[in-house]
């Protein structure tokens, strides 16, 4: 299956630089791009990508406002957003993720980790793998924004025991293969609890399940290195 990308950003370069990437490989190609917010959630709409590489700072409307608009959108449940941004823009990010992203990553990302990247949300996964990651997803995610909460911690009642197990080693950013290896367990059980649990959560994505497994209280963040 090719994998369908949309490019929103408004820096002509930059798109083009990723034009040129994405499209030289065989499984993925450019299905359009954006130079705001308001077009990317516009053509979105009306070419259902696989995958949106998204652009924070965009003038107009920025990806935070089209991030959520696509994710909000039921006629868009199959498409992940994946975000490019700065560390600069730490909050911003953690909307995004509350709002339905997959994932992110930094402008200044490997040719090999924008491609693994986009490959990897495209899956059904989110991209919350590296340390750094998990340590600014769970500062901004343990004090969510006001009507920005998912899940109480009496949703989770709907949870097995497994399935909150699952759902914890999950939100510390471990894949399906690391979780396997912990649980002594084969990686398709805990993709059939993940899915489990987004259904009985109403998560979107795996992302999103993070982002439940921290507000509801069944994971607590660790406090900032410095604080």
Do not use: W
């Amino acid at each position: 299956m090719t994998i369908r990308v949309l490019l929103a950003d408004d820096q002509a370069l930059l798109r083009a630089t990723f034009r040129i990437l994405i499209d030289s490989e065989t499984d993925m190609t450019v299905i359009g791009e954006a130079t705001d917010g308001r077009e990317a959630v516009e053509l979105t709409r009306g070419h259902l990508p696989d995958v949106v590489l998204m652009d924070i700072r965009m003038p107009g409307t920025d990806g935070l406002a089209a991030t959520t608009a696509i994710c909000a959108d039921p006629e868009l449940a199959a498409t992940r957003v994946l975000i490019l941004t700065t560390f600069e823009t730490d909050e911003y990010v953690a909307q995004a993720l509350r709002a339905g992203a997959s994932g992110f990553l930094g402008k200044d990302v490997t040719a090999e980790a924008l491609l693994a990247g986009i490959r990897t949300v495209a899956s059904g996964e989110a991209l919350l793998s590296p340390g750094a990651t998990r340590t600014l997803i769970t500062r901004f995610l343990n004090s969510p924004a006001p009507g920005a909460q998912l899940a109480t911690p009496e949703s989770l009642a709907a949870l097995t025991a497994r399935e909150r197990e699952v759902m914890c080693l999950a939100a510390e950013g471990r894949s399906n293969d690391e979780i396997a290896d912990k649980l002594y367990v084969s990686p398709l059980t805990v993709r059939t609890h993940v899915h489990r649990a987004m259904t009985k959560l109403g998560a979107r994505d795996r992302a999103q399940l993070v982002v439940v497994a921290y507000q509801s209280g069944l994971v607590r963040a660790m406090p900032p290195q410095g604080s």
